[in-house]
T-cell receptor, first 113, second 113 residues
């Protein structure tokens, strides 16, 4: 257990539905990342927060994706109008400002039918 | 754009054997490099982090080396055990303000009893 938690761990949804994932980082880590991992691939960067500010978004993050980190604590990642191509493991990681190790949560596995 | 390659994609060894996993990256201007372990369906566990100014890091039976000028890193596992079976991922941090990681596809290691 790295101290980063994610909820839910698994989500099955039908195409076109909206889904929301939550990440609780290690307490007092001001940096938070979302990555996406598809089968047989390494994780790919989606977006990054420093405190409550979203400072960078990957081109992988289409307009259907939105992420928030209110008050600089937990973060949510919402996918609207899900597509089968969104099926993947969504990983959250947190990092303390002056340290370089990123600590990953267990991930949320999404299956879009 | 940083690209990370891991060779081999899969490796099967008998218990007790020493082994080496390879990672190469295209842009040598890196901040640090991390090795992670991922068990099936799980999140990532950080194994070792090597700063760009370092040549190697050791933790127990694991030793990671870094040759930044040639764009290569290796993860050496001594006296492998069945519990070492997992996917090993190499990730490069190219610095900047966001510390995002660029991952390879991983090496799937199987240690046979």
């Amino acid at each position: 257990d790295t101290g980063v938690s994610q909820d839910p761990r698994h989500k099955i949804t039908k195409r076109g539905q909206n889904v929301t994932f939550r990440c609780d980082p290690i307490s007092e880590h001001n940096r938070l990342y979302w990555y996406r991992q598809t089968l047989g691939q390494g994780p790919e960067f989606l977006t990054y927060f420093q405190n409550e500010a979203q400072l960078e978004k990957s081109r992988l993050l289409s307009d259907r994706f939105s992420a928030e980190r209110p008050k600089g604590s937990f973060s949510t990642l919402e996918i609207q109008r899900t597509e089968q191509g969104d099926s993947a493991m969504y990983l959250c990681a947190s990092q303390q400002g002056n340290q370089e190790t990123q600590y990953f949560g267990p991930g949320t596995r999404l299956l879009v039918l | 754009k940083q690209e990370v390659t891991q060779i081999p994609a899969a490796l099967s060894v008998p218990e007790g054997e020493n082994l080496v996993l390879n990672c190469s990256f295209t842009d040598s201007a890196i901040y640090n490099l991390q090795w992670f372990r991922q068990d099936p369906g799980k999140g990532l566990t950080s194994l070792l982090l090597i700063q760009s100014s370092q040549r190697e890091q050791t933790s127990g039976r694991l030793n990671a080396s870094l040759d930044k000028s040639s764009g290569r890193s290796t993860l050496y596992i001594a006296a492998s055990q069945p519990g070492d079976s997992a996917t090993y991922l190499c990730a490069v941090n190219s610095g900047g303000s966001n510390y995002k990681l660029t991952f390879g596809k991983g090496t799937l290691l199987t240690v046979n009893p």
